[in-house]
Antibody, heavy 117, light 107 residues
Framework: ELQLLESGGNLVQPGASLSLSCTASGFTLSDSGMSWVRQAPGKGLEWVSGILTGGKTTYYADSVKGRFTVSRDNSKRIVNLHMNNLTVEDTAMYYC??????????WGQGTLVTVSS | YVLTQPPSVSVAPRKTAILTCGGDNIGSQVVHWYQQKPGQAPLLVVF???DRPSGIPERFSGSNSGNTATLSISRVEVGDEADYYC???????????FGGGTKLTVL
């Protein structure tokens, strides 16, 4: 069974850094593009970052470009999102999603990031 | 690229709900739709404008033309109450884009 398990969410202060991980199982991670999508409390979905199969091609939303870095280790079946200089606007549930031909066909259950002083 | 969805739609049980997603010449894009129930992760319900993943009831259907993509849910059930999001790949900016979402209420 395909499964995506996010971890690393936490309560941090503004300006802090935090790393999230997504552990994949039930499919061949190296065959799939992966993305991070977030959802602020009571708000809609916002795509944050994507990484293609080999890991060399990455994409970022304008709201996080220059602060967030996505990476992957296919051998360990992990996709990471490193977040720097966090602001209160980054408070959200962060979902890992398996991308296929432009759509997000599978999602994890999310990990909560709260940025507050 | 901006996708515009009405914030809310209400429908009576067993009727058909029509959810729209507006965008500039969206008919030239490939549109996907997600259902999200409270406390749950999103679920893909329609992809490539009108295809359904396995396990999604035939009551869910999609279309896309001109400046509007549409998700139709026939014979609506109370269990269909959820937020629904449309999504495209914006190749001009190498971004994935979501609409703002529509809350479907079953009266």
């Amino acid at each position: 069974e395909l499964q995506l398990l996010e971890s690393g969410g936490n309560l941090v202060q503004p300006g802090a850094s935090l790393s999230l991980s997504c552990t994949a199982s039930g499919f061949t991670l190296s065959d799939s593009g992966m993305s991070w999508v977030r959802q602020a409390p009571g708000k809609g979905l916002e795509w944050v970052s994507g990484i293609l199969t080999g890991g060399k091609t990455t994409y970022y939303a304008d709201s996080v470009k220059g602060r967030f870095t996505v990476s992957r280790d296919n051998s360990k079946r992990i996709v990471n999102l490193h977040m720097n200089n966090l602001t209160v606007e980054d408070t959200a549930m962060y979902y890992c999603a398996k991308e296929d031909d432009g759509r997000f066909e599978s999602w994890g259950q999310g990990t909560l990031v709260t940025v507050s002083s | 690229y901006v996708l515009t969805q009405p914030p809310s739609v209400s429908v009576a049980p067993r009727k058909t709900a029509i959810l729209t997603c507006g965008g500039d010449n969206i008919g030239s894009q490939v549109v996907h739709w997600y259902q999200q129930k409270p406390g749950q992760a999103p679920l893909l319900v329609v992809f490539d404008d009108s295809d359904r993943p396995s396990g999604i009831p035939e009551r869910f259907s999609g279309s896309n033309s001109g400046n509007t993509a549409t998700l139709s849910i026939s014979r609506v059930e109370v269990g269909d109450e959820a937020d629904y999001y449309c999504q495209v790949w914006d190749s001009s900016n190498d971004h994935w884009v979501f609409g703002g979402g529509t809350k479907l209420t079953v009266l």
